[in-house]
């Protein structure tokens, strides 16, 4: 029978799939066996995580902190800033990490063979699918096909290929999605790289020398300042400064104190030494008037004993009246005048001598507040330049320590990642492989395998000169038969081949 699909007709159709049902369903049992093998041993199931970013103008995109003022800034939501952020996320240095982090580069332990036949079976069958690959590629390296990659370079290279990173359209969301061979936690390895990006991203945008450039010169600032008031205390201790407006204050009154004492002094001394004179021009003359001395405070030594002389030259002249000038009692009256006499001439002596070391004393003292005062003028000019020399170096001091604080505040929001990215959406666990489900795959696989045995029939048929039908026959000789002799059924290994035409 020749097979012409424009004169075949559905009994045609029927025949032919009856008689080559046993191929069609070799072909479809086949491929459905062959592709049920593959999902449930061969194909790796792979997951696939996601999380969301929501980028925003922040801190770091703000200029570095300088010596100068502070800069104008103008922001925005810029859609580069969001491309950069992908490509920052994107970093093979940030999977570098989440490999280092995860140890994905150090060869795990085996999994133990799970309990039940079927699952244990999966499980032998994979482990010798995956010795098939790793000798695969073995040889593929050794062909020089492929080029060797270390176990770090192959997991970064994994990851890299399952890591997508997109910009959501006409937003600054950007959505990650990281594609895993595990279920378990890979939520986690997602969060993680998008804790290192983060981290990253901020010592991108700032540069931590400046803390350390800052507190250098902070610390400089420190010493220098240090050395110069430890410099001015050494100079006030050494020229006893303390405040020099009060000081110079305090010196001019101690020095108007000293010149009104020395000027009371200087008149007590010329007091004291003109008593001096006159008592010593008295004891001159034979009958000396000791009232010519002058005055004496009340009650005091000197006054006492020219009372007592008053009295004795008294009592002398009384004597006189009844005695002779050689008498014993005026005799004695003498020897006391004299001494009483000697005693006034000794205190007049020693007041003067007292008055003169008052004076002298008011003098010097008078004269070292002088220069005192002519020291402290000669010395202000270089207190005042090292106090200069303080002031300067205490506002540059101020100054970097203020820088310090905010670079010391920028890098401790980086240590907190308080930045312009936020994640609005973390990655959960999946709980589905992603890809066609696996009835999805069995049902192509289904119609896969009926296209291809029909397409088989159709193809064999064609080809097929052989003769099953009378009518067939008929057609083909183009003369009626006239009987058919049925055969016994033979053997299935004798049965011989049906006789095609012309035969």
Known sequence: MEFNPLETSARDIAFIVFKRKWSLLIIVAVTMVSTAFWIWFIRRDVYQVAAKVLVKIGHEQAAASTVGGPPIMITGERLQDVNSEVEILKSADLLAQLVDHFGLDKPRPPDPPPAGFLP???????????????????????LGLRERLSPRELAIYELQQGLVV???????????????????????????????????????YHDRSAVVFFRGEVDRA???????????RRFEKAWDI??????????????????????????ALEEALAKTRRFDAEMKSSDPNLAAVGAFAPNSFPDTLLQQLAALEREREMLRMTELDAGPRIQNNRSQFKAVLGMLGANLRATLAEKQSVFQAHRQALAACQAKLRSLQEKETEWGAIKRRIRILEENYLLYRRKLEDTTAAA?????????????????DPVVPVGTRKMTLLGLAL???????????????????????????????????????PAARPRRWSRKRPYASGE
Request: no cysteine; hydrophobic share 50%.
């Open 120 to 142: 244990r079976l999966r499980y032998h069958i994979r482990e010798a699918m995956r010795r098939v690959r790793e000798w695969r590629d073995e040889q593929f390296i050794r």
């Open 166 to 204: 997109a910009a959501e359209r006409n937003s600054t969301v950007i959505t990650a999605q990281l594609l895993s061979p595990w279920r378990r936690d890979a939520g986690a390895f997602l969060n993680t790289l998008l804790d290192f990006y983060q981290a990253f991203r901020l010592k991108v």
């Open 222 to 232: 420190s010493e220098s300042l240090r050395s110069a008031e430890d410099e001015m």
């Open 242 to 267: 303390s405040a020099i407006e009060r000081q110079r204050e305090v010196l001019l009154s101690e020095l108007s104190g000293w010149g009104r004492q020395l000027s009371e002094a200087e008149i």
């Open 412 to 428: 401790a929001m980086e240590q907190k990642r308080i930045g312009n990215v936020v994640v609005i959406a973390h990655a959960v």
């Open 447 to 485: 119609m896969a395998g009926v296209f291809t045995a029909l397409a088989w029939a159709a193809v064999a048929e064609f080809f097929d000169n052989r003769v099953y039908s009378a009518e067939a026959l008929e057609q083909r000789l183009g003369a009626p038969v006239l009987g058919v002799v």
